[in-house]
């Protein structure tokens, strides 16, 4: 067993950089983000890092009304399919909650992230949430 290749901290300092940070699996291929210690598809542990273009498309939404700290209600979580094939939940940004509708399924996005502020009580770190841009 080699180290693991890429931690969750890692995972955060890359989506700080700008860049989309995630696994690929050696055994089927699969993409995988954020990481993970066993591919999603096949449960194999042979994962090798990879960076991700952070483009995709959105697949589905859902507008959340009653949120979490860090976050103003409401605000819309979409799915989106990554032009490499992972599937990524995240908040969509720019776009009024009040008017979303199903034009917005599959719109193109650009992924970027944003650092929650977490109560030291709660987790000790910052979390870190992937956001969408529509292009
Ligand atoms: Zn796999």
């Not at 032009?83 to 995240?90: F, K, T, Y």
Request: aromatic share 6%.
């Amino acid at each position: 067993m080699g180290s693991y290749p890429l931690t969750f901290h890692e995972f955060k300092q890359g989506l700080a950089e700008g860049e989309l940070p995630g696994l690929k699996c050696e055994e089927c291929g699969e993409g995988i983000v954020p990481p993970s210690a066993v591919c999603t598809a096949c449960g194999s542990t042979r994962l090798s890092r990879t960076s991700f273009a952070g483009k995709g498309s959105i697949r589905t939404f859902t507008v959340i009304r009653v949120g979490p700290e860090g976050f103003t209600p409401p605000y819309i979580v979409a799915l989106v399919e990554l032009d490499e094939g992972p599937w990524v939940l995240g908040n969509l940004v720019g776009v009024d909650a009040a008017s979303a509708g199903m034009d917005l399924m599959n719109k193109k996005v650009i992924v970027g992230s944003k650092v929650l502020p977490l109560k030291p009580s709660e987790s000790g770190v910052e979390g870190v949430v992937l956001t969408f841009e529509l292009t």
